[in-house]
């Protein structure tokens, strides 16, 4: 059964700082991993999305990479921003279709 | 919006009531998930549904019950709920080979007193 870890739990960084995120998965047959961010209290929003097949993922400040022989993804933020704070989600969807998310990494990002 | 609505966002309960969550895609997507969010906890998978057909019952207790009329619309029937049961509840909805991800709605908040 595959295991989703994401770490640290939390995190705080002062604004500007660039940061990494980091997602580790325990069977590297994945379909797909997909990056989602979560504000307090509502759905989730997806980030990015990254194939088996693909190595990393870019949208504006955020890269995402993926290496599956050693079950790891991470999450590169740069010039951090106040409005980056929220919870960011890993997903990890196998050759099943079975789809498991990690706990979060909890993001403050402080003026 | 994202193209999964949920309706309604916020519901308080009593634990003798009857009452439904809705979600509703615009996507085009043929595959709806639900799924609970408690606090401090990984999301959990409950129901999948492809093509109005479910294909997943992930152990969930027969008071959530849900239906898919269409492709395009999941509910979630609610009864005799526990206070254990409050929740953020997330739909979602995908491509059936899920290639290009998931699309969640912004969840309905349930709180059983």
């Known amino acids: 059964k595959q295991e989703v870890t994401q770490i640290p739990a939390a995190l705080s960084v002062p604004e500007g700082e660039n940061l990494v995120l980091n997602c580790s998965f325990t069977d590297s047959a994945i379909y797909n991993l997909q990056w989602f961010r979560q504000d307090p209290g509502k759905g989730l929003t997806s980030l990015l999305l990254i194939q088996s097949s693909q190595r990393e993922q870019t949208s504006g400040r955020l890269n995402a990479s993926l290496d599956k022989s050693s079950g790891r993804s991470t999450l590169y933020i740069a010039a951090s921003q106040p409005g980056d704070s929220a919870t960011y989600l890993c997903a990890v969807c196998d050759n099943n279709n079975d789809m498991r998310f990690g706990a979060g990494t909890r993001l403050t990002v402080k003026p | 919006e994202t193209g999964v609505t949920q309706t309604p966002r916020h519901l308080v309960m009593g634990m003798t009531n009857k009452k439904s969550l809705k979600c509703e895609q615009h996507?085009?997507?043929?595959?709806m998930y639900w799924y609970k969010q408690s606090a401090k906890k990984p999301l959990e998978l409950m129901f999948v549904y492809n093509f109005k057909e479910q294909t997943e019952n992930n152990s969930v207790p027969s008071r959530f019950s849900p239906e898919c009329p269409n492709s395009s619309h999941l509910f979630l029937h609610l009864h005799t709920l526990q206070p254990e049961d409050s929740a953020l509840y997330l739909c979602?909805?995908?491509?059936?080979?899920?290639?290009?991800?998931?699309?969640f709605g912004s969840g309905t908040r349930l709180t059983v007193v």
């Open positions: 996507l085009g997507h043929n595959a």
């Open positions: 979602a909805s995908s491509q059936g080979d899920r290639v290009y991800g998931y699309t």
